[in-house]
Nanobody, 121 residues
Framework: QARLVESGGGLVQPGGSLKLSCAAS????????MGWYRQAPGQQRELVAS???????THADSVKGRFTISRDNAKNTVTLQMNSLKPEDTAVYYC???????????????WGQGTQVTVSS
């Protein structure tokens, strides 16, 4: 059964760091564009960062310079390093995979269950 599983969320103080991981089982992510999304209560889901199969990355303006997306095709994982966290980063973070050889904006194939990130003192 193919699935994506996120981990690494938790409670952190403002200015702190967390590293989220997305591990795939039953599928290879090698040829897929991957993305991290987040959704806070009462707000629309937003794309935080994405990475193509070739390693090109895009980060939302709100996280540029603080978050970094990366991938390890050998381990079939995607990570999101989050530094200088702010209370407004509080949300459920989701990992998503495109269809092979497709862009995420054409639709996702797999979606993880989400991991909660809470930034609070």
């Amino acid at each position: 059964q193919a699935r994506l599983v996120e981990s690494g969320g938790g409670l952190v103080q403002p200015g702190g760091s967390l590293k989220l991981s997305c591990a795939a089982s039953g599928i290879s992510l090698r040829n897929n564009e991957m993305g991290w999304y987040r959704q806070a209560p009462g707000q629309q889901r937003e794309l935080v960062a994405s990475i193509t199969s070739g390693g090109s990355t895009t980060h939302a303006d709100s996280v540029k310079g603080r978050f970094t997306i990366s991938r390890d095709n050998a381990k079939n994982t995607v990570t999101l390093q989050m530094n200088s966290l702010k209370p407004e980063d509080t949300a459920v973070y989701y990992c998503a995979s495109s269809w092979p050889y497709r862009a995420l904006n054409s639709g996702y194939r797999y979606w993880g269950q989400g991991t909660q990130v809470t930034v609070s003192s």
